[in-house]
C-alpha cells in the first residue's frame, strides 16, 4: 500500500477499520502470544507444526495491522451529506438504477475501493458503472463502457 495515497472511505468504513484494528491489537495479538506460549511449552520448536502455525498467525496479524495504520493515517472521509437541489451522482451517493436491457432495477451505494461490495450494494467508485455513473442525475441515461460488453442504465433515483 502506497504511503500518502488517499484512501476514500465512509463514516461507517472509517468505524470499521478502526474496530478491526482495535480487534487486532487488543484481542486476536494476545491470542496469539498465548498460541505461541503454548506451542513453545511443547518443547523442540523445529518439528513443532502448532508453533509454525502460530508464528504464520501472527506475521498476518502483524501485516494487518501496518497495513490499517497505514490506510488510517491515509484516509479520507467521504463527505455523504446532501448538497441543495442539484443531486448528481457522487462519492457517498446512493442511486437507484434501471439495466435497460435486462430491465432489471438495482440500487448501489458508492464507495471508495476499499469498502466495496457489489453483492451487498456497495459499489466501487473506480468500477466501470460508477465510473459512468458519477456527475449524472436522476431520469439520465448512462452508457457503460471498459466492459466486455458495454450496456446503458437510466438512472432513476439518488438518495
Do not use: C, W
Not at 8 to 13: C, Q, S
Not at 110 to 126: Q, Y
Amino acid at each position: 500500500m502506497t504511503q500518502g495515497k488517499k484512501i476514500l472511505v465512509t463514516k461507517e468504513g472509517l468505524d470499521e477499520l478502526l474496530k478491526e484494528q482495535e480487534n487486532l491489537i487488543h484481542v486476536v495479538r494476545q491470542e496469539v502470544i498465548q498460541e505461541l506460549q503454548e506451542a513453545r511449552a511443547q518443547g523442540d520448536l523445529s518439528e513443532n507444526a502448532d508453533y509454525d502455525a502460530a508464528r504464520d498467525r501472527q506475521a498476518r496479524v502483524e501485516a494487518r495491522i501496518r497495513e490499517l495504520e497505514v490506510m488510517l493515517a491515509n484516509v479520507e472521509l467521504i463527505d455523504e451529506s446532501p448538497k441543495g437541489n442539484n443531486k448528481v451522482v457522487k462519492l457517498g451517493s446512493t442511486v437507484r438504477i434501471l439495466d435497460l436491457e435486462s430491465n432489471e432495477e438495482e440500487e448501489y451505494t458508492i464507495v471508495g475501493s476499499i469498502e466495496s461490495d457489489p453483492f451487498t450494494g456497495r459499489l466501487s467508485n473506480i468500477s466501470p458503472l460508477a465510473m459512468a455513473l458519477m456527475d449524472h442525475k436522476a431520469g439520465q441515461v448512462v452508457h457503460v463502457e471498459h466492459v466486455d460488453e458495454p450496456y446503458d442504465v437510466k438512472i432513476l433515483e439518488l438518495k
